[in-house]
């Protein structure tokens, strides 16, 4: 019986969450450009580019780097879903409801194994059923950032399995990451600290209030930094050129202006009003979307208040409080908490202000995805806090019912009779209608006046009875010349690092248009022209990282008995 309360449990937190996707009709959201991406990284790996960097189609048809700078891995998963058949749009919907169905997984397993199987399910509801979830997925569209909140509570399992010592523990810590830095830089920017301050602080609580020095924490910590390394080098593929040649693009443009996160804090007031809307974000506390925590969220953090204060009553000495394992579990929660909370308002800004690179996370609210992890896990702690099994259950399922209501938050503003009209997978509609929204990573020598080429090549005067499209593919164009005489040859392809010219299956030197494009003066006679998108030495560097680390994952996995030893590596 357990064990099916539990299932329909969490299948009722999966329903709640993602009810609105059963919807024959598809929504708009901020962000509906989903389809387009999908679609590019479908063409780019059926013309055997790999790993996908380069999009033909956006950039207005010049192309651009998008996946070298934008978390592909969705859209990877979103491609396969494609090629077994179903359409681009089914993909999406399946990609959204997996962001549920794993982060609902992953809540259930870390909040039983810190609190019990009551605490599992209430900590699946709190996290899989925050506003902000619905926000994120329902109001802002934003697919990569849900899936990156979906990989951290698998990574704070991961991290408990790997100071627990259990034996595949790293395993866990380290694919999770690989999905959290695959799937949202930012994400994993925000996290990562905090993740690691979690460690820290649940292998001293272990150590001193659990296991009372029997086990050697620092080389527990020495094997979660082994997994995050060799995450780390899983993903390097992606992290460092997108670190490195970002610059290159036009990337900067969208940390300036209405993206500067000045604009973009929080107030305190704003975690406890419902103030539901489908707009944008705004300076001041009467922003167009809500930043509410949740009704269930509040109720359990407040019974879980109460909770401890008897508890802490009921110890007659500091000493007993101190070592009373649940109460310092839920300080360290509740510090974790409060800490993410607290990077969301105002009051953080000279800290925006000083830490380098915390500008590009653009909204400070983003913290709200970590903070709802550690929050949800809070809740869930509640359960734990009362003895008597019947009172437990009780309020459990009181409190589960409480959540589920959070499914009215679950939904679009509206449905669209044809959702064709945003979500494009035509070449020439994402080119006109798709490269505006779009423009973060369009080389920086790239004309602001940009329109879509009408061919792939053409010349100063009409030459193209004498070119010959042989080969037309996102990351390899070919044709054949035969000119009378010298002529200056221009291609529709954005002229980034990585591009070559060949002429005649020789190495060619290739010239900048005045709107930024790849420009050849091609001589007479006949001639065979091409150009290719190929390696720099950065993207090549880490690829060959990456490799190395799948390589070494593989070994741990089919040579190691025990916990790795990283440091023998």
Not at 264 to 274: K, P, S, T
Not at 417 to 428: L, W
Not at 448 to 472: F, G, H, R, Y
Not at 526 to 554: C, K, M
């Amino acid at each position: 019986m357990k064990k099916i309360f539990t299932g329909l449990s969490l299948l009722a937190i999966v329903i709640a969450s993602s009810w609105a996707l059963a919807h024959e009709q598809f929504f708009r959201a901020h962000d509906y450009i989903h389809a387009a991406r999908i679609i590019e990284m479908y063409r780019s790996l059926s013309e055997g580019q790999f790993p996908v960097r380069w999009s033909e189609n956006f950039g207005y048809g010049y192309g651009m780097p998008l996946f070298e700078f934008y978390a592909p891995l969705p859209y990877y998963v979103g491609a396969i879903l494609h090629w077994l058949g179903l359409g681009v749009l089914t993909a999406v919907k399946l990609l959204f409801l997996f962001s549920a169905i794993f982060i609902t997984w992953g809540s259930y397993k870390l909040g039983k194994e810190l609190f019990g199987e009551a605490a599992g399910i209430l900590t699946a509801a709190a996290i899989t059923l925050a506003p902000y979830r619905a926000v994120n997925l329902f109001v802002r569209g934003a697919l990569s950032e849900a899936w990156g909140i979906m990989a951290i509570p698998w990574v704070l399992l991961g991290m408990l399995q790997v100071i627990k010592q259990e034996k595949n523990g790293w395993q866990t810590l380290t694919i999770s990451l690989v999905v959290l830095m695959l799937s949202h830089n930012i994400m994993t920017m925000l996290f990562v600290p905090l993740g690691l301050l979690f460690a820290v602080l649940y292998a001293g609580f272990s150590k001193w209030v659990v296991h009372k020095n029997k086990t050697n924490q620092l080389k527990t910590l020495l094997r979660i930094n082994g997994s995050l390394l060799l995450a780390t080098g899983l993903s390097s593929f992606y992290l460092f050129p997108a670190l490195l040649e970002k610059n290159l693009t036009k990337v900067g443009s969208i940390f300036a202006g209405y993206f500067h996160y000045s604009h973009h804090f929080l107030y305190i007031r704003q975690f406890f009003q419902l103030n539901w809307g489908y707009e944008g974000s705004a300076w001041g506390p009467d922003d167009g979307i809500s930043f509410f925590l949740g009704w269930g969220q509040l109720i359990g953090l407040g019974i879980l208040a109460l909770l401890l204060l008897i508890r802490m009553f009921k110890h007659k000495k500091w000493q007993q409080i101190a070592s009373d394992k649940k109460i310092v579990l839920s300080v360290l929660l509740g510090a974790l908490s409060g800490l993410s909370l607290f990077m969301a308002i105002l009051k953080s800004k000279p800290l925006w202000d000083a830490l380098p690179g915390l500008s590009f996370a653009q909204f400070p609210w983003r913290f709200l995805g970590v903070g709802i992890i550690f929050i949800g896990l809070l809740v869930g702690s509640s359960a734990s806090l009362i003895k008597q099994r019947g009172l437990r259950y009780l309020w459990s399922l009181v409190l589960l019912i409480i959540l589920l209501f959070n499914a009215k938050f679950f939904q679009p503003k509206e449905f669209l009779v044809d959702a064709n009209q945003f979500y494009y997978t035509d070449a020439d509609l994402i080119q006109r209608e798709m490269s505006g929204i779009l423009p973060d990573y369009i080389p920086v020598q790239m004309s602001d006046k940009l329109v879509p080429p009408t061919s792939l090549v053409w010349c100063e005067d009409d030459c193209s009875a004498q070119i010959e499209v042989l080969i037309n593919r996102s990351h390899e164009n070919l044709i054949r010349t035969n000119f009378t005489k010298e002529k200056v040859v221009e291609w529709a392809v954005a002229d980034f690092p990585g591009w070559k010219v060949e002429l005649d299956g020789e190495k060619y030197q290739k010239e900048q248009g005045e709107i930024g494009n790849i420009v050849v003066a091609v001589p007479a006679g006949e001639h065979l022209v091409g150009v290719l998108f190929t390696q720099t030495p950065v993207r090549l560097l880490f690829d060959v990282i990456s490799l190395v680390s799948l390589f070494i994952f593989i070994y741990l996995i089919t040579k190691t008995k025990e916990k790795p030893n990283f440091t023998k590596l």
